[in-house]
């Protein structure tokens, strides 16, 4: 291998270390984000929390579906994080309350590994896992379609197959993502803003069957 192309592989190998890093520093501070929705979810009124869900899911519903809405994703994807935040307060504690914390801590340590090891799976184990990409997206569609008709349907079995399905979601677009990575097609703020809503969308979905099912 000559000077030149050793060169030129080791400035990838930097480039692609650094997109890496940023990544994950991304993925941190959707995380902060979200944490500071959450503390001020505590003093967010009752009644604004089913239209505040509804706004959320329409919103990333026309992101999803019209390009132009997707030119402001930076944007939308910090309202999105802290109005996530701010819905989900209630959530952790009353899974907290009702679970006890040591059932509520061990399914989280459930959900990040179950995310780490389908993050190692689309990584070192999947070549190529692009021709996944249609069906997970058709599969979200229907999935915020469904979950926006059951903030008005109150039937226990409709919202267990709702959640199921958006587990198996997350955890196959954890392992999508991580294998975009891979193939190096991604831009880092985008890549960790969707592996914080899948690491999050894992653990409610975990939290929420163990409630259910406790």
């Not at 899911?57 to 999803?64: E, N, P, R, Y």
């Not at 910090?78 to 959530?91: D, E, K, N, T």
């Not at 509520?104 to 021709?131: E, P, R």
């Not at 991580?178 to 894992?202: A, D, T, V, Y």
């Amino acid at each position: 291998m000559s000077q030149t192309t050793q060169h030129t592989s080791k400035t990838k190998d930097k480039q692609r270390s650094h997109a890496y890093a940023k990544v994950w520093l991304f993925f941190m501070y959707y995380w902060i984000i979200f944490g500071i929705g959450c503390y001020f979810g505590q003093y967010l009124p009752m009644e604004w929390r089913r239209p505040l869900s509804l706004a959320l899911m329409v919103l990333v519903l026309i992101t999803l579906v019209f390009q132009r809405a997707r030119k402001y994703g930076i944007v939308i994807s910090h309202i999105y994080a802290v109005i996530l935040g701010l819905l989900s307060y209630a959530m952790f504690t009353s899974y907290l309350q009702n679970l006890g914390p040591d059932v509520f801590y061990k399914n989280i340590i459930l959900a990040i590994g179950a995310f780490i090891a389908f993050g190692i799976v689309g990584f070192f184990l999947i070549n190529d896992a692009s021709s996944m990409g249609r069906y997970l997206f058709v599969t979200l569609l229907a999935l915020i379609i469904a979950s926006i008709i059951g903030i008005f349907i109150h039937n226990p079995i409709f919202h267990t197959v709702i959640t199921v399905v958006s587990l198996l979601l997350f955890l196959l677009y954890t392992l999508y993502d991580f294998n975009r990575m891979k193939r190096g097609q991604f831009s880092p703020r985008e890549m960790g803003f969707n592996l914080f809503i899948n690491l999050l969308n894992i653990i409610k979905d975990i939290l929420r069957l163990a409630n259910r099912f406790r």
